[in-house]
């Protein structure tokens, strides 16, 4: 099922919104949008510089944009029902995990990143989406890429995908303060329709890997979210780059990611890395493998394979990396006894959020009936499943006015 806003209705909210009787307007609207993603496999991989295996998926955050002479923003929020306005001369963060700080940081890096004689132009936003938030489908990189896509479209800068990537990323670092890799984003830049991206994290060069065959891709949505999961990425980064450390000194090569690292290398060192990182680096060294392996069983149309990799990284995500938790895993132990299911892992950083599965399309109904039952049964709480589209990464029209 394809979820999308109605543009046109976000266009009328936006004159709505904002048309005050001046006429400060030097431009037509523009609407952007970008795709949250599932990960097939590859978790918790992309800031050890290695692999992983995303679709965007067809639900997006989209944007409407008016440019206006005042060296402002405005936006407004249809999921929060909220207004934000600030200076582009001096961009402050908000207090607290405002939705606005992601406007704010995508504003200022792309004021600051994009060479031009002119700088960055104000303009109005309406900003909606169906990406559901904090679900782990990407939703923090599909509302930056939409918004960062609108501003430079409003202020006709010229910024590729590439570029575009590398600031919204940078507003998440170091505005927002959430220090994720680079998966997010760059699916939601350069996603596309029916594929996979097998992507290597390091120089971030891809592959599209076309998905074929009797197939669905569904996402249950265990409607759990947990507080500490920004805490427990960093925590996660921090026990990577202790073994990056610790595996530097005791090998005879230079190391500066987990990427470098072969099950062999581990093998070698392994007592010279206490338990926990021990266990850390070995899902992150088998999980760069289970990645290559997928994306070759994907491009043979080897289904069964990519299910059976995606049930392994579920494993190494909850037994070595702990990042996984009781309603995820009784999401995928539900889906693994359901016929028709190639495989299932949590998909995002964790600790709550959605469980990905690849379904094979006649047996999606009783696919949800029986997840939403048995978890129900489980837990008390209804979770939402849905079969996503592999749809495009970020995309802008104008409007005209
Ligand atoms: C979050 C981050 C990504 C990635 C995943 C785990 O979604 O934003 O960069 O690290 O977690 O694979």
């Known amino acids: 099922?394809?979820?999308?806003?109605?543009?046109?209705?976000?266009?009328?909210?936006?004159?709505?919104?904002?048309?005050?009787?001046?006429?400060s307007r030097t431009g037509p609207i523009t609407v952007a949008s970008a795709p949250g993603r599932v990960n097939l496999v590859g978790g918790h991989t992309d800031y050890n510089e290695g692999f992983v295996l995303p679709v965007a998926v067809g639900r997006r955050v989209t944007v409407a944009a008016r440019p206006h002479s005042d060296p402002r923003v405005r936006v407004h929020s249809r999921d929060f029902g909220e207004r934000d306005e600030f200076d582009l001369g001096r961009?402050?963060?908000?207090?607290?995990?405002?939705?606005?700080?992601?406007?704010?940081?995508?504003?200022?890096?792309?004021?600051?990143?994009?060479?031009?004689?002119?700088?960055?132009?104000?303009?109005?936003?309406?900003?909606?989406?169906?990406?559901?938030?904090?679900?782990?489908?990407?939703?923090?990189?599909?509302?930056?890429?939409?918004?960062?896509?609108a501003l430079a479209a409003a202020s006709d800068f010229d910024?590729?995908?590439?570029?575009?990537?590398?600031?919204?990323?940078?507003?998440?670092?170091?505005?927002?303060?959430?220090?994720?890799?680079?998966?997010?984003?760059?699916?939601?830049?350069?996603?596309?329709?029916?594929?996979?991206?097998?992507l290597d994290c390091r120089d971030e060069t891809f592959e599209t890997i076309p998905i074929a065959g009797d197939v669905r891709i569904v996402v249950t949505d265990t409607n759990v979210r947990h507080d500490l999961v920004d805490s427990a990425y960093n925590e996660r980064r921090r026990e990577c780059e202790r073994g990056v450390a610790a595996l530097d000194e005791c090998l005879d090569r230079k190391i500066t990611a987990l990427?470098?690292?072969?099950?062999?290398?581990?093998?070698?060192?392994?007592?010279?890395?206490?338990?926990?990182?021990?266990?850390?680096?070995?899902?992150?060294?088998?999980?760069?493998?289970?990645?290559?392996?997928?994306?070759?069983?994907?491009?043979?149309?080897?289904?069964?394979?990519?299910?059976?990799?995606?049930?392994?990284?579920?494993?190494?995500?909850?037994?070595?990396?702990?990042?996984?938790?009781?309603?995820?895993?009784?999401?995928?132990?539900?889906?693994?006894?359901?016929?028709?299911?190639?495989?299932?892992?949590?998909?995002?950083?964790g600790f709550g959020g959605s469980v990905v599965s690849l379904v094979k399309p006649a047996v999606v109904d009783r696919f949800e009936r029986v997840v939403t039952a048995e978890y129900e049964k489980r837990f008390g709480i209804e979770a939402d499943v849905y079969s996503c589209e592999a749809d495009e990464g970020v995309r802008i029209r104008q409007w005209g006015d």
Do not use: K
């Open 91 to 149: 961009i402050e963060r908000r207090d607290g995990s405002h939705w606005s700080n992601y406007v704010r940081g995508v504003a200022r890096e792309l004021g600051t990143a994009v060479e031009s004689d002119r700088s960055l132009g104000g303009a109005d936003l309406v900003v909606e989406g169906t990406v559901p938030m904090g679900a782990g489908l990407g939703s923090s990189a599909a509302f930056e890429l939409a918004v960062g896509a």
């Open 159 to 198: 910024v590729d995908r590439r570029t575009l990537v590398r600031i919204c990323r940078a507003a998440e670092n170091d505005f927002v303060g959430v220090d994720c890799g680079i998966m997010d984003q760059f699916v939601a830049a350069f996603g596309e329709a029916d594929a996979a991206l097998f």
């Open 1 to 23: 099922m394809t979820v999308v806003v109605d543009s046109g209705e976000l266009v009328t909210v936006l004159r709505d919104r904002f048309d005050d009787g001046t006429d």
């Open 259 to 349: 990427r470098d690292v072969t099950a062999e290398d581990l093998d070698r060192c392994e007592d010279t890395l206490d338990e926990t990182v021990r266990r850390r680096v070995e899902h992150v060294v088998t999980e760069n493998e289970r990645v290559g392996a997928a994306a070759a069983a994907l491009e043979r149309g080897d289904l069964a394979r990519v299910g059976d990799l995606m049930h392994e990284s579920h494993a190494s995500l909850r037994d070595r990396y702990g990042v996984s938790c009781d309603e995820l895993d009784a999401v995928v132990e539900i889906a693994d006894e359901t016929d028709g299911v190639y495989g299932s892992r949590m998909t995002g950083a």
